[in-house]
């Protein structure tokens, strides 16, 4: 196993691009070709060296022996972890926008908060956030035709709005309360909510929603049976009918 630890050596001001910090870049490098690598902050281009501290094991290793270590404040450091197909990402802190683009494989683990579009297009892996994450968690950009396709998110807080907006696969697992929208244009896959959100699954085809607490729920939805989960009752709907009515939304009983 391969360890290296990545600490920024001062708040950033301004924010820095830093797709290369993802256990497939980094694996096969050594740590002075690390520190040479080349990051954007803002429209300035520097070395990883000039901001970042590198410290660690020393020999190339495969990526699935790697593991990178973020130290220090990165709530302004975007596109963490983008592409990972293995290994493991743990930041020891929040992180900025774009973490876990397109994500494969491995873990990124974050013991604070991420911002938004956190596992935007997922495609595996999984992510863990320990404390709240942005807007658009798991979702896909404008004109793409589905957002994450497969692995697991976890958030132990709440998340923002349109979490898993155009979701077609995979699990996303908020413990606290969720945005707006949570699900919108749900293509398949499961989303589930321990606390409360708004008009959750608006024009969702297939795919499971399931709230523990209150939601708001769109007139679209047909109202069904009450059905049991671990002891809780929830009711059952079946939409989004301005769709296909083929998607799964479950809520609380009690909700409204």
Not at 70 to 95: H, Y
């Amino acid at each position: 196993m391969r360890s290296i630890t990545i600490a920024a050596k001062n708040a950033f001001r301004i924010s820095v691009e830093a797709e290369n910090i993802s256990p497939d870049k980094l694996a096969p490098l050594t740590i002075e070709q690390i520190g040479s690598l080349f990051v954007w902050q803002g429209n300035r281009q520097k070395k990883l060296s000039d901001l970042f501290v590198v410290e660690g094991d020393d020999g190339p290793a495969t990526v699935e022996e790697m593991t990178i270590r973020l130290v220090g404040d990165f709530s302004q450091v975007k596109r963490i972890g983008e592409g990972m197909t293995a290994g493991v990402v743990e930041v020891q802190g929040s992180v900025g926008m774009h973490a876990g683009n397109n994500m494969l494989g491995g873990l990124l683990s974050i013991s604070g908060s991420a911002d938004d579009w956190l596992a935007r297009e997922m495609r595996g892996g999984k992510v863990v956030v320990m404390g709240n994450a942005g807007n658009y968690l798991g979702a896909g950009y404008r004109g793409e035709k589905c957002g994450m396709r497969g692995g697991e998110i976890e958030v132990r807080g709440s998340a923002g709005a349109y979490l898993g907006e155009h979701l077609c696969g995979g699990s996303i697992r908020i413990l606290g309360d969720a945005g707006d929208f949570a699900g919108a244009v749900n293509q398949g896959g499961t989303i589930f909510i321990g606390g409360s959100t708004y008009l959750p699954g608006a024009e969702m085809s297939k795919g499971t929603i399931t709230v523990k607490r209150e939601a708001k729920v769109l007139p679209s939805f047909l109202k069904t049976e009450i059905v049991q989960i671990d002891g809780l009752a929830f009711q059952k709907y079946a939409g989004d009918n301005v769709d296909n009515g083929k998607g799964e939304l479950l809520v609380g009983v009690g909700s409204s």
